[in-house]
């Protein structure tokens, strides 16, 4: 079974640029989530779906960050326009409707200039 | 609201010791916990986690988590530690009876020496 992929795996910007992150869930899972994770931190939930439907955005920064997975399966985060905060790895993940566990894929490690 | 705490930042162990990575939680309800392990460059990978049960739970790579209610804590532990099992470790808790997402800790930072 092949797992949660994601890309691009790095990317350099200058701060006030744009970027997206693309990710495919593993294959029959329903919920996916994307996480921001800080260096020296846990990772934090920014969104999750349920199919194409958003449960859960309330730790979305709104005003730069946006995300969608308008046919249920893969999904687009977006930022812009970044900060230097925003420098992350942000990680994708995925869990089927018969388990909370989640399975991650390898992330994009972000670094904004 | 939840919360994970995981004291150490680092845990050094010789490689054929035991280890212990700790973890104590905070829920309102009743918690589901989880232990992920991070390898570098890579994302987290699952180890192991606790509904109900057994307090007693068996993971990947050897690896067994104890559940104690008593003291609120997910303690990870390994009767023989690798050098391969070097990597960064995470707990993670979420309330059972709500929509609540998925809280992780700060991470512990595992180095087993040859």
């Known amino acids: 079974e092949a797992g949660v992929a994601q890309s691009p795996r790095y990317k350099i910007i200058e701060k006030r640029q744009s970027v997206a992150f693309w990710c495919n869930p593993i294959s029959g899972h329903a919920t996916l989530y994307w996480y921001q994770q800080i260096l020296g931190q846990g990772p934090k939930l920014l969104i999750q779906?349920?199919?194409?439907?958003?449960?859960?955005d309330s730790q979305l920064p709104k005003d730069r960050f946006s995300a969608e997975r308008l046919k249920g399966v893969d999904s687009t985060l977006k930022i812009q326009p970044a900060k230097l905060e925003d420098s992350a790895v942000y990680l994708c993940a995925s869990s089927s409707q018969h388990t909370d566990t989640q399975y991650f894929g390898p992330g994009t490690r972000l670094t904004v200039l | 609201a939840q919360s994970v705490a995981q004291p150490e930042d680092q845990v050094n162990v010789a490689e054929g010791n035991p280890l212990t990575v700790k973890c104590t939680y905070s829920?309102?309800?009743?918690?589901?916990l989880f232990w992920y392990v991070q390898y570098p460059n890579r994302g987290l990978q699952f180890l192991l986690k606790?509904?109900?049960?057994?307090?007693l739970v068996k993971g990947s790579y050897g690896f067994e988590a104890e559940f104690n209610k008593s003291q609120t804590s997910f303690h990870l532990k390994k009767p023989s530690a690798l050098v391969s099992d070097s990597a960064l470790y995470f707990c993670?808790?979420?309330?059972?009876?709500?929509?609540?997402?998925?809280?992780f800790g700060k991470g512990t930072r595992l180095s087993v020496i040859a």
């Open positions: 779906f349920q199919n194409n439907g958003v449960v859960d």
């Open positions: 993670a808790v979420r309330d059972l009876g709500g929509n609540t997402p998925l809280v």
């Open positions: 829920v309102s309800g009743n918690p589901y």
């Open positions: 606790y509904i109900t049960g057994d307090n």
